[in-house]
Structure formats: C-alpha cells, structure tokens
C-alpha cells in the first residue's frame, strides 16, 4: 500500500521559511497529493495540492504567495517550501495521497502521512 512519510518540521521565529517534504513509496497510477494541517483546536485545512505531474497545482488563499508546493519525480518527493512564516501557520502538517487529481477535501484522500509539527513563535 502506500506510505507516506512528513520530514522538516520544526519551530521557527515569524518571517522565517521551512521546507517540508513528503516522501512517498507503493505508488504505481496516476495520482496527486495534498498538504494539509491542523492547528490545536481548529479543523484541518487545505494547505496546496499537486499531481505527480505537476499538471494540476492548487494553494489555499491563507498561504498563496508564501507557500510553494512542488515534486521531485526521481525522489518520491513532494515539497512544501514555506516562507514568511507567520504564527497562525503553526500546526500540524500532514501530506496525503489520492488517485488521479487534486482536490481540497480532506476526505478525498486515502493514505496519510504522520504529520510533521510547525510551530511559529511571534
């Protein structure tokens, strides 16, 4: 099946940038995969989505213009590169797998990874 694995957490001061990365293994189709996270308390959100393809590319209106997402094909790799960090973006940052396109819906997707903590400090 599956399996993805979130590196690159950790705790920065406002203005500074961190690169997650979502390393995936068993894919064998077409599919794409989202960023999501979860702050305490809140409900979990779409961050930015991506096909292997790089075809299809989507960022939530919270992070357009500071957020990149993007695919290293020859690493199983999907990158979230995030600048000018901002204490509402700490939480819990998840990557997860669906078929064939993006979509923004948590419930979309089939596997998850574990998470990967950011957290913000003002």
């Known amino acids: 099946q599956v399996q993805l694995v979130e590196s690159g957490g950790g705790m920065v001061q406002a203005g500074g940038s961190l690169r997650l990365s979502c390393t995936a293994s068993?894919?064998?189709?077409?599919?794409?995969v989202g960023w999501f996270r979860q702050a305490p308390g809140k409900a979990r959100e779409f961050v930015a989505g991506?096909?292997?393809?790089?075809?299809?590319?989507y960022n939530s209106d919270s992070v357009k213009g500071r957020f990149t997402i993007s695919t290293d094909n020859a690493k199983n790799t999907v990158y979230l590169q995030m600048n000018s960090l901002k204490p509402e973006d700490t939480a819990v940052y998840y990557c997860?797998?669906?078929?064939?396109?993006?979509?923004?819906?948590?419930?979309?997707?089939?596997?998850w990874g574990q998470g990967t903590q950011v957290t913000v400090s003002s």
């Open positions: 997860a797998w669906r078929q064939w396109t993006v979509s923004r819906l948590g419930y979309d997707y089939s596997y």
């Open positions: 068993g894919l064998t189709q077409e599919y794409a």
């Open positions: 991506i096909s292997w393809s790089s075809s299809s590319i």
